[in-house]
């Protein structure tokens, strides 16, 4: 039996319905963050019915609070930025849901993911991108451990999400969640500001903004407001735009700059999860910093067997401590690490 993770969506819904039509017996399941809005809740026995398989639900908003949302805040207020989506699917799809899967009695995982895996002749799985390169999602999966992978299904890797909206037309198949947002699934109809001043024990403070050379310029009202290579809410006149370049917690300080400011020739990468074996020396890969950013060619030098250090051929543009680099051979991800200035 596969266990298919269903939001409501298109894409877990054709999902489930590619690999029922394949023939294998599937359940789906539903879990809760705590942070689901009413209709989605009420709409999942829709989905049950459109495809005719069992859903079942469960309540993961304590492990979804203190794994991704929990993170998200603190990672916040240490003047880093986040990637809550590779943290939920580490540690929640294909951790605490992986595991509710087994204990029903399925042996994978589904997921709406666009992403492929693939296992050669000795056996090993390899991590691909998408064919559909706009809607790629192969660096939120980086964090993946082989183990998981081994037991991860990606049924939509081989399609656009073009062609998964005409499939799901053409079977009669009325998703329940019809809007695609962008924004992060637990903070809605507000700010990542004004999420992070309502977390309980947080106070954001004002504090002094200065540029690159220590002079104080003005002030911000909260470093929680800010990211690398942020160019809104400075609120200080210049000539030329500023961009945020430094986040200081310790003395609540934001330094900023220009946009050549911004440019670094590589980074640091720490608690590297390797798909591939751990390479002994330096190895070329292209390097993705974020999840739109377009991999750039590099050079891999490890450190041990979990950090590494990366020089990009060309230099790049707002490399942001606490966002993941994602390391590629062509479609391959070879593995990623958490990004520490070098």
Not at 57 to 63: F, Q
Not at 147 to 174: C, D, R
Not at 293 to 317: C, D, M, N
Request: aromatic share 8%; net charge positive; hydrophobic share 35%.
């Amino acid at each position: 039996m596969i266990a298919v993770a269903v939001s409501g969506g298109v894409d877990s819904l054709m999902a489930a319905y590619i690999l029922k039509n394949e023939g294998r017996q599937i359940t789906g399941i539903h879990f809760r963050t705590g942070y689901d809005t009413k209709s989605t809740e009420k709409s999942i026995e829709s989905i049950a019915k459109q495809l005719d398989i069992p859903i079942i639900t469960i309540d993961c908003a304590k492990e979804f609070k203190t794994k991704v949302v929990d993170y998200f805040t603190e990672t916040y207020l240490s003047g880093r930025t986040p990637n809550p989506c590779m943290v939920c699917n580490q540690l929640i799809k294909f951790g605490t849901i992986l595991s509710c899967a087994r204990e029903i009695g399925a042996s994978e995982l589904a997921t709406g993911h666009y992403a492929r895996i693939i296992k050669d002749n000795n056996g090993s799985l390899h991590l691909l991108k998408s064919v559909d390169i706009i809607k790629d999602q192969s660096y939120f999966l980086a964090r993946l451990t082989r183990e998981q992978l081994s037991a991860a299904i990606f049924p939509l890797g081989n399609f656009t999400k073009t062609e998964v909206k005409n499939m799901a037309k053409k079977a009669g198949l009325q998703p329940v969640a019809n809007n695609e947002s962008q924004d992060i699934c637990f903070i809605k109809g507000k700010t990542y500001g004004d999420f992070l001043a309502a977390q309980t024990g947080y106070k954001p403070q004002s504090g002094d903004i200065v540029n690159k050379s220590g002079d104080i310029i003005g002030k911000h009202n909260g470093l929680h407001l800010f990211t690398i290579g942020q160019r809104r809410g400075i609120n200080c006149p210049a000539p030329k735009p500023y961009y945020v370049v430094g986040i200081d917690p310790e003395y609540n300080r934001l330094t900023v700059g220009s946009s050549f400011d911004l440019l670094s020739t590589g980074l640091k990468a720490i608690n590297i999860n390797w798909i591939i074996q751990p390479p002994d020396s330096a190895i070329s890969v292209d390097t993705r910093i974020r999840g739109r950013h377009i991999p750039v060619p590099s050079k891999l030098y490890p450190i041990g067997r979990k950090t590494a250090e990366i020089i990009f051929k060309k230099q790049q543009s707002a490399v942001t401590p606490g966002q993941g680099a994602v390391f590629y051979r062509g479609n391959e991800v070879l593995g990623s690490g958490w990004i520490e200035k070098l």
